[in-house]
Nanobody
Framework: QVQLVESGGALVQPGGSLRLSCAAS????????MSWYRQAPGKERELVAA???????KYADSVKGRFAISRENAKNTVYLQMNSLKPEDTAVYYC???????????????WGQGTQVTVSS
């Protein structure tokens, strides 16, 4: 079994910063890609940022220049550094990862439980 656990969500004022973390654990053979999605009330879940092994990060246009995704491979962890936060960044942020486990060795997608980010004065 593979689990993803997010942390770091909080209430922050506009213009502030937060760093989200997502740690993968369990029977992991390899992690192909890790990404962050978000879902605001009444809206569909959208891709925020993604990073593949050996690839360049990709970002939604709405967060380019403000957010940065990074991986710490030794800890099977992905981070999302969020700067210059805006009220429209308010959402539940979900971690997603394509992970090959030790049983099938084939990548499949996993989701974390989500962490709430609220940007408000």
């Amino acid at each position: 079994q593979v689990q993803l656990v997010e942390s770091g969500g909080a209430l922050v004022q506009p213009g502030g910063s937060l760093r989200l973390s997502c740690a993968a654990s369990g029977s992991i053979f390899s992690i192909v890609a890790m990404s962050w999605y978000r879902q605001a009330p009444g809206k569909e879940r959208e891709l925020v940022a993604a990073i593949r092994s050996g690839g360049s990060p990709k970002y939604a246009d709405s967060v380019k220049g403000r957010f940065a995704i990074s991986r710490e491979n030794a800890k099977n962890t992905v981070y999302l550094q969020m700067n210059s936060l805006k009220p429209e960044d308010t959402a539940v942020y979900y971690c997603n990862a394509d992970i090959a486990d030790l049983y099938t060795y084939r990548p499949q997608g996993y989701w974390g439980q989500g962490t709430q980010v609220t940007v408000s004065s």
